[in-house]
């Protein structure tokens, strides 16, 4: 059974980090590509960041610079490490390995 899940989520004040991580299992995503999306209250679901099974990697303009999305296919792990974080960064963060999704994990950050 193929399952993503989430952790790092937390509260942060305006300016700090988080490092989200999403450990796959049931099945190796080194020839996948990966992706991170959020949903904010009252909002869609959008796209965040993804990496590509090639290496490449492509970012929401809203969080260029400030996020990176790497990962480990030694663990099939995601990571997406957030810096200079702002209130409007505050969602639910969801791990995607384009069909399976992980439950999210939340990321909340006051001003």
């Known amino acids: 059974q193929v399952q993503l899940v989430e952790s790092g989520g937390g509260l942060v004040q305006a300016g700090g980090s988080l490092r989200l991580a999403c450990a796959a299992s049931?099945?190796?995503?080194?020839?996948?590509?990966m992706a991170w999306y959020r949903q904010a209250p009252g909002k869609a679901r959008e796209f965040v960041a993804i990496?590509?099974?090639?290496?490449?990697?492509l970012y929401l303009n809203a969080v260029k610079g400030r996020f990176t999305v790497s990962r480990d296919n030694n663990t099939n792990t995601l990571y997406l490490q957030m810096n200079n974080l702002k209130p409007e960064d505050t969602a639910i963060y969801y791990c995607?390995?384009?069909?399976?999704w992980g439950q999210g994990t939340q990321v909340t950050v006051s001003s």
């Open positions: 995607n390995g384009p069909e399976f």
């Open positions: 049931g099945r190796s995503f080194s020839d996948t590509n």
């Open positions: 990496s590509g099974y090639l290496g490449t990697t």
